[in-house]
C-alpha cells in the first residue's frame, strides 16, 4: 500500500527526474543551445561574399554609346545611281569623223551584213574595203532601221536608261551566280571601267578602277568583288542588241562605268 | 534567496531521491569517452573513435549544399558543420579535406572558382567554431565529379556541395 | 617542327615544258576620289550603269585526283594513290568549310599530267563550278614529296594560283591543306587554317567518373595522339604559340596546379607552387608568359608568371572570381570574366591589369571569353534561358550575336583565321561532350571526329 506521501514524492521525484532526464538529453545533443547564437559579424567577415546583394559592383561608368560596336563601321553613303540626264541637249554633236581602225571595220561589216537594213539599200558589202562613212552615218546595227541619213545621235537621258537596262539584262545572269565570300562583301562596290568593241565584246580587260563601302570588316573580300567583276564579263559578253548610234557619242557606250555590288 | 536555495536543496534531495524509487532509471547515452574505449553497437562491428567512419556516423552529415551559383551556408549547412566542428574539436588530431562541387550548369574554370569559394566557407565556418584552420585543407573538384547524375533540378541541388573528408 | 617549304614559280615552271598563259594586266586599283563618288552631279562625260547581282550559296568547285609524271612507291602509298588521297584532303577542307559545293576524286574524271598548267575548261562545263583545282605529286629521292597546286578560274579562264610544297613523305596531309589552304584564301579573302592542330581533352567513363587524357591531332581529326595517360583529371589545355608547349591543369597527386608539357622531351613539369589551387592557363601571343586564375583563401584572381617559371605577378584583385582570360593577338590587352557586379561578366583590361572595363551588358551570363587572332571579336560562352550558347561581340562590347542553339555549348576556340570557332557541344543527361565546330556566321555547325568524347578544345596556330 502507498501512502499519499510516497506517491507525492514519487511524482515529484518522477518530474524532477523527467527534468534531468531531458536536461541531460538535450545538452548531450547540443551543446550549442546553451551558447549564445553565433553573431553574425564573424560569418560575414571571414566569407567575402554571401548572396547577390553585396557591395557596389566596379562597373564600368562609360556611356552605352561609347560602346559602340567596331563592326558598325560607317556605311560609305551611297553613291546615288546615276540619273539620266535631264538637261536636254543643246548643241548636237559634230558629226564625228570615221578614222575607224581596221579592227572596228572588220568587226562592223559582219554588223552591217546582218543588219536588215529594210529598204535602205546600202550597198556596202565590200568585204574589206573602206567602209562608207557617209552611208554608215546614222545607221545601226538594230534591224528595220530604215533612215538612210540620221542627225548625229546624243545620248539623252531616256536612251542611258535603256542602254543602261539592256545591259543590266543581259549580265545579270552572269551577276546573280557569283558567290559571295563573306559577311559584308556586299557592302563593297566596285567601280568599273569598260570599254566595248562595237559588237559589244570586250575590247580591252575589265579594268577596276576603285572602290567604295570598304572598311576594316570587309577588306579582305574586295579582291573577291574584283572577280567576280571579271567573271561576269568573261561569261555574259558579248553584249548584244545596243545601238549603234550612241556607241562612240558623248557618253556612249563605247566605254562606260559600272558600279557592281554583289547582292546585298 | 533563501527560497532559491531551499529551492535548489530541494531540487537536489529529490533528484538524490529518484535514485530511491523502484523503477531503474532510463539508460541514458552519456557523451563518448575521449580515451580509446571501444563503442558496442550491438552489431558486432567495431569503429574507432576519431576515424572517417567515426566521423561520419557522428556527425549530422559530412555534406553542406548551396543554392545555385551561391557559396553561402543556410541554416541546415551550419547546423551541419555544427556537429562537425563539435566532433573536430573532440578529435584535435584529425586532419580533414573538405572538397568544393559545382553543378553541371556552369562553365569549367568558373565552377573550379565557385567550388573552392563553397569549400573555403565550410572551412572558414569550422574555423570560427574552433577548429583549427591548420587541419583543414580544401580542394575543388569544380563539374568534374558529380554525385547525381542526370540533368534536373534535384540533381543539381545534390551536386552543389562541400564534403567535408577524414584524411588522418 | 619542319617547315614546309613553299617553291616558287619559276622552280614550277621548270617542271611544265610550256609556259603558262599570262594575266592580262590591269591597272592597279584606286580609290575613286569623292568628286566621283556622289552619283547626282555625274561626271558629264561617260555612261554609268549600276548592277547588283550575287548569292549566298556554296562556290562550285571541281577537284580532281592529282597526276603523277612517274608512278613511285612511297612508304605513304604510291604516288598515283597519294594523289588521289591529297585531292581528297582539300575536297574535305573545302566542302567542310561550308564555303563551296565540290566535285572531288572520285566523281571527277581523271586528268592527265600535261593537263596540269593546261586546264581543258570545256570539259568541265557539265558540272557547273566556277573554280577548278589541278595539281601534280612527285616523290623525291631523298624520302620527300613535291606537291603542285593550281587554281584555275572557269569563267575567265584564268590561273587564280600556283604553288608548290615540299614536305616529308609522311606528313602528305600536310600539302593537301596548305594547297587547300592557298585555294581557300584566294577564293574567300579569308585566312588560312586548314594546316593546323588542335589539342584537347578526350574523355570517357561514367558521368561522376570520368577519364579525361590531353590529346592532339591535326583539325580535321587526323594524326591523332593522347599525351596523358588519364589517371589524373586533365582541364583546359593550351597549344603554345611556338607549338612546342601545352599548358595545361591537372590534378596530379590532388593537387590541381598548372603543368606544362614539352612536345619534344614529352615531359611535363609544375608552372607554379601547388600549394593553392591554380587553373586556367594560356600563353602569351609571344609565348613568354602564362596568363592564369590562382584562388587564395576563397578569392580567385588572375595571375600573370613567366612561362619558364617563377613568381606570379597578380593582375586582378576584386573580390569577386576573376577567371577565364585571353590576350589580343597583340598582347596588350586582355579579355576576362568575373562576377564581381553579382554575375559572371565580360570586362578588358590591360595586359598589367589596369583600366579594367566591362564590356557585356547583354543580360546574359558571359564566360571563357576568347580573343580572335584577328583582334576584331571576342568569342563567348553565353548562359541564359537554361542553355549555353556560344557568341561573339565586339571587344568594345557591342554587336553581341550568338551563333549555337544547343543546351550546353562551351569553351570556344578560334581558328587561325579568326572566321571558324570550334567548341564542345554536351548532351543533357548523359553530359557526354563532343567537339564542334561552327563559321563565324553561325553556319554550318558540325562534329569534329574524335576516337572518344572531346572537351575544351584549344586550335593552335597555323603551321609553318
Redesign the interface.
Known amino acids: 500500500m502507498i501512502s499519499r506521501g510516497e506517491v507525492a514524492?514519487?511524482a515529484?521525484?518522477?518530474i524532477?527526474?523527467a527534468a534531468?532526464?531531458a536536461l541531460?538529453?538535450i545538452g548531450?545533443l547540443s551543446?550549442?543551445n546553451n551558447r549564445p547564437p553565433?553573431p553574425p559579424a564573424?560569418?560575414v567577415s571571414?566569407?567575402?561574399?554571401?548572396?547577390?546583394e553585396?557591395?557596389a559592383?566596379?562597373?564600368?561608368t562609360?556611356p552605352?554609346a561609347?560602346?559602340?560596336?567596331?563592326?558598325?563601321a560607317p556605311i560609305?553613303?551611297e553613291?546615288?545611281?546615276?540619273?539620266p540626264?535631264p538637261k536636254p541637249v543643246t548643241k548636237p554633236d559634230p558629226p564625228k569623223p570615221q578614222p575607224k581602225p581596221d579592227a572596228n571595220a572588220a568587226e562592223r561589216k559582219p554588223e552591217r551584213s546582218n543588219s536588215r537594213a529594210g529598204g535602205s539599200g546600202s550597198g556596202n558589202r565590200s568585204s574589206g574595203g573602206l567602209p562608207d562613212y557617209a552611208a554608215e552615218f546614222g545607221r545601226g546595227n538594230r534591224p528595220n532601221d530604215s533612215r538612210s541619213t540620221n542627225p548625229p545621235a546624243t545620248?539623252t537621258g531616256e536612251a542611258?536608261a535603256n542602254?543602261?537596262s539592256a545591259?543590266?539584262r543581259q549580265?545579270?545572269p552572269?551577276?546573280?551566280?557569283?558567290?559571295?565570300?563573306?559577311?559584308g562583301?556586299?557592302r563593297i562596290q566596285a567601280?568599273v571601267r569598260l570599254q566595248l568593241n562595237r559588237d559589244g565584246s570586250l575590247a580591252a580587260?575589265v579594268?577596276?578602277?576603285?572602290?567604295?563601302g570598304v572598311d576594316?570588316?570587309n577588306e579582305?573580300?574586295?579582291?573577291?568583288v574584283?572577280?567576280?567583276v571579271?567573271?561576269?564579263f568573261?561569261?555574259c559578253s558579248p553584249l548584244r542588241g545596243l545601238p549603234a548610234e550612241l556607241y562612240d557619242v558623248?557618253?556612249?557606250?563605247k566605254?562606260?562605268?559600272?558600279?557592281?555590288?554583289?547582292?546585298? | 534567496m533563501a527560497r532559491t536555495k531551499s529551492g535548489f536543496l530541494l531540487?537536489a534531495a529529490?533528484?538524490a531521491?529518484?535514485g530511491?524509487?523502484k523503477t531503474p532509471?532510463?539508460d541514458?547515452?552519456?557523451?563518448g569517452p575521449d580515451n580509446g574505449t571501444v563503442v558496442d553497437n550491438g552489431g558486432g562491428d567495431t569503429i574507432r573513435p576519431g576515424s572517417a567512419e567515426d566521423f561520419k556516423r557522428s556527425v549530422m552529415s559530412d555534406t553542406v549544399h548551396f543554392a545555385y551559383d551561391?557559396?553561402?551556408?543556410d541554416a541546415q549547412a551550419?547546423a551541419i558543420l555544427?556537429t562537425q566542428a563539435?566532433w573536430l574539436l573532440r578529435y584535435p588530431s584529425v586532419r580533414v579535406t573538405i572538397e568544393g562541387h559545382c553543378d553541371e550548369r556552369g562553365t569549367r574554370e568558373y565552377n573550379l572558382a565557385l567550388g573552392d569559394?563553397r569549400a573555403?566557407?565550410a572551412k572558414?565556418?569550422l574555423?570560427?567554431r574552433g577548429v583549427a584552420p591548420g587541419r583543414i585543407t580544401t580542394i575543388s573538384y569544380g563539374k568534374e565529379r558529380p554525385l547525381a547524375l542526370s540533368s534536373d533540378e534535384a540533381s543539381w541541388a545534390q551536386n552543389r556541395r562541400a564534403v567535408t573528408i577524414v584524411i588522418s | 617542327m619542319r617547315k614546309i617549304v613553299a617553291i616558287g614559280i619559276a622552280v614550277l615552271g621548270a617542271t611544265f615544258a610550256h609556259a603558262a598563259a599570262a594575266q592580262?594586266?590591269?591597272?592597279p586599283?584606286?580609290?575613286?576620289p569623292p568628286a566621283?563618288?556622289?552619283?547626282?552631279a555625274?561626271?558629264?562625260?561617260?555612261?554609268?550603269?549600276?548592277?547588283?547581282?550575287?548569292?549566298?550559296?556554296?562556290?562550285p568547285i571541281v577537284i580532281p585526283a592529282m597526276p603523277t609524271a612517274s608512278v613511285t612507291a612511297t612508304t605513304a602509298g604510291s604516288t598515283d594513290e597519294l594523289g588521289r588521297k591529297l585531292s581528297s584532303v582539300i575536297d574535305d577542307d573545302l566542302r567542310n568549310t561550308g564555303?563551296f559545293r565540290t566535285v572531288g576524286p572520285n566523281s571527277a574524271r581523271p586528268i592527265a599530267y600535261s593537263e596540269v598548267n593546261a586546264p581543258n575548261y570545256g570539259s568541265w562545263a557539265t558540272f557547273g563550278a566556277?573554280a577548278l583545282v589541278q595539281g601534280y605529286v612527285r616523290a623525291n629521292s631523298n624520302g620527300t614529296l613535291t606537291v603542285g597546286c593550281y587554281l584555275y578560274?572557269m569563267?575567265?579562264?584564268?590561273e587564280?594560283l600556283r604553288q608548290g610544297f615540299v614536305v616529308g613523305v609522311g606528313d602528305w596531309r600536310r600539302a593537301a591543306h596548305k594547297c587547300a589552304d592557298a585555294v581557300y584564301s584566294r577564293?574567300?579573302?579569308?585566312g588560312p587554317y586548314f594546316d593546323s592542330q588542335v589539342v584537347y581533352v578526350a574523355e570517357r567513363g561514367p558521368k561522376n567518373r570520368r577519364i579525361k587524357q590531353l590529346a592532339i591531332m591535326d583539325y580535321d581529326g587526323a594524326n591523332h595522339r593522347f599525351l596523358t595517360n588519364g589517371q589524373s583529371i586533365v582541364l583546359t589545355p593550351r597549344l603554345s604559340p611556338d607549338q612546342g608547349r601545352i599548358v595545361f591543369m591537372s590534378y596530379e597527386d590532388d593537387r590541381p596546379a598548372i603543368y606544362i608539357y614539352d612536345m619534344k622531351a614529352r615531359r611535363q613539369r609544375l608552372l607554379v607552387s601547388n600549394v593553392n589551387l591554380n587553373f586556367a592557363p594560356r600563353f602569351s601571343p609571344d609565348g613568354r608568359w602564362v596568363l592564369f586564375s590562382m584562388a587564395i583563401a576563397?578569392?580567385t584572381d588572375l595571375y600573370r608568371v613567366s612561362a619558364s617559371g617563377g613568381t606570379p605577378q597578380r593582375l586582378t584583385t576584386?573580390?569577386?572570381i576573376d577567371t577565364g582570360g585571353s590576350y589580343s593577338p597583340d598582347g596588350r590587352r586582355i579579355v576576362f570574366e568575373s562576377d564581381?557586379?553579382?554575375s559572371q561578366q565580360l570586362y578588358v583590361m590591360d595586359a598589367d591589369g589596369s583600366n579594367?572595363?566591362?564590356?557585356s551588358?547583354g543580360g546574359g551570363r558571359y564566360a571563357t571569353p576568347v580573343w580572335s587572332p584577328r583582334g576584331?571579336l571576342v568569342a563567348f560562352t553565353r548562359i541564359g534561358g537554361g542553355a549555353f550558347r556560344i557568341g561573339i561581340?565586339?571587344?568594345?562590347?557591342?554587336?553581341e550575336r550568338l551563333l549555337t542553339e544547343s543546351w550546353g555549348d562551351e569553351g570556344p576556340s578560334w581558328a587561325p583565321n579568326g572566321?571558324v570557332l570550334m567548341f564542345f557541344r554536351a548532351a543533357p543527361g548523359s553530359g557526354r561532350p563532343d567537339l564542334w565546330s561552327v563559321d563565324?556566321?553561325g553556319a554550318n555547325a558540325r562534329k569534329i571526329p574524335t576516337p572518344l568524347d572531346g572537351s575544351d578544345p584549344a586550335w593552335g596556330p597555323i603551321r609553318p
Open positions: 514524492g514519487l515529484v521525484a518522477g524532477g527526474h534531468l532526464f541531460l538529453a548531450f551543446e550549442s553565433p564573424m560569418e571571414l566569407v567575402d561574399k554571401v548572396g547577390l553585396q557591395m559592383p566596379v562597373v564600368s562609360e552605352e561609347a560602346k559602340k560596336s567596331e563592326l558598325d560609305e553613303p553613291p546615288a545611281p546615276p540619273e540626264d545620248m542611258a542602254i543602261a545591259i543590266i549580265v545579270q552572269c551577276a546573280n551566280r557569283q558567290v559571295s565570300p563573306g559577311p562583301a556586299e567601280v580587260p579594268q577596276i578602277v576603285g572602290h567604295n576594316d570588316s579582305r573580300y574586295v579582291r573577291r574584283d572577280d567576280a571579271k567573271a561576269i568573261a561569261s558623248t557618253r556612249g557606250w566605254t562606260f562605268r559600272l558600279n557592281y555590288r554583289l547582292k546585298g | 531540487a529529490l533528484i531521491l529518484a530511491c524509487t532509471p532510463p541514458v547515452p552519456g557523451p551561391q557559396y553561402d551556408l551550419r555544427d563539435q569559394r573555403n566557407a572558414n565556418y574555423a570560427a | 592580262p594586266v590591269q591597272a586599283p584606286i580609290q575613286v566621283q563618288q556622289a552619283g547626282g555625274q561626271e558629264d562625260d561617260e555612261l554609268v550603269v549600276d548592277l547588283e547581282g550575287g548569292q549566298s550559296a556554296p562556290l564555303l566556277q578560274d569563267s575567265t579562264q584564268a587564280l577564293l574567300t579573302g579569308e576563397g578569392n576584386s573580390p569577386g564581381r557586379s553579382g579594367q572595363q566591362r564590356i551588358f576584331d561581340m565586339s571587344p568594345g562590347g557591342g554587336g572566321r563565324l556566321t
